[in-house]
C-alpha cells in the first residue's frame, strides 16, 4: 500500500514536491527544472535509514531522516501520519 504526502526537501533552499511511501521505503518527487537529477526522484529506503526525528519549527513540521551517507530535512504535512509511516517501516525493517 502507498501512502501520499505533500512535503519540501531543505536542501540549497526549500524544493516543494511530494513523497511516496510504501513497504521499502520513502521516494521524494519534485518536477522543478533547477533542482539535480540526483534529487528529483530521491529514494531513500527503510534499510538505508539509521535513523529519523521530528520536532516543529515555527509551527512547521520538520523531520530529519539520517542515512549512513547524508542527512535530510523535510517538511511534511501530515506529520503525525508521516511519523508513523516511518516508525513502522524502519521497525519493520530491523525486524527482518
Request: aromatic letters at 12%; zero cysteines.
Amino acid at each position: 500500500m502507498k501512502d501520499y504526502f505533500i512535503a519540501s526537501l531543505i536542501k540549497g533552499g526549500i524544493l516543494g514536491g511530494g513523497i511516496t511511501a510504501d513497504e521499502e521505503g520513502i521516494t521524494f518527487h519534485t518536477n522543478k527544472l533547477t533542482v539535480p537529477d540526483s534529487l528529483k526522484n530521491l529514494r531513500l529506503r527503510f534499510d538505508q535509514m539509521e535513523s529519523y526525528s521530528q520536532k516543529r519549527f515555527m509551527l512547521i513540521p520538520l523531520f530529519r531522516v539520517r542515512t549512513s551517507i547524508e542527512e535530510y530535512r523535510f517538511i511534511v504535512f501530515d506529520a503525525k501520519r508521516f511519523d508513523r509511516v516511518l516508525s513502522e517501516g524502519i521497525t519493520a525493517d530491523n525486524s527482518r
